[in-house]
C-alpha cells in the first residue's frame, strides 16, 4: 500500500497561514485524486479538500477562499495552502486519496498537527 507522510503544520497565531505538503511513497495521483482531511480528538476525521479531477477542486464549506489545494504530479506531493487561519482549523491534518479511504483500502500516515493560537 501506498505511505503517506505530511508535514508542514505548526503553531500559527490567528489570521495566520500554512503551507502543508504531502508526500506519497509512488505514484498514485493517476488515477486517485487526493484530498486532505482533519481529525481533532475525539472526533472522526472529516474531509478538507480534495480533487475531483485533474485539476478540478472541491472544498468543504468551513474552509471555502481560505484554503486552496494543489499538487506537483512529478513529485508525488499534494499542498494544502491555509490562509486566515482560526482556533477552529487546530488539529492534526493527514493526506489520503479519498476513492481508497471509501473502500477502506489505505493506511494513514502521522498526519501532521496545526495549532492555531494567540
Known amino acids: 500500500q501506498v505511505q503517506f507522510m505530511e508535514s508542514g503544520g505548526g503553531l500559527v497565531q490567528p489570521g495566520g497561514s500554512l503551507r502543508l505538503s504531502c508526500v506519497a511513497s509512488?505514484?498514485?495521483?493517476?488515477?486517485?485524486?487526493m484530498g486532505w482531511y482533519r481529525q481533532t480528538p475525539g472526533s472522526q476525521r472529516e474531509l478538507v479538500a480534495r480533487?475531483?479531477?485533474?485539476?478540478?477542486?472541491m472544498y468543504a464549506d468551513f474552509v471555502k477562499g481560505r484554503f486552496t489545494i494543489s499538487k506537483d504530479n512529478a513529485k508525488n506531493t499534494v499542498y494544502l495552502q491555509m490562509n486566515s487561519l482560526e482556533p477552529d482549523d487546530t488539529a492534526v491534518y493527514y493526506c489520503?486519496?479519498?476513492?481508497?479511504?471509501?473502500?477502506?483500502?489505505?493506511?494513514w500516515g502521522q498526519g501532521t498537527q496545526v495549532t492555531v493560537s494567540s
Open positions: 489520503n486519496a479519498p476513492s481508497l479511504v471509501a473502500r477502506g483500502q489505505t493506511t
Open positions: 480533487f475531483i479531477g485533474e485539476t478540478d477542486t
Open positions: 509512488r505514484s498514485i495521483f493517476e488515477p486517485y485524486f
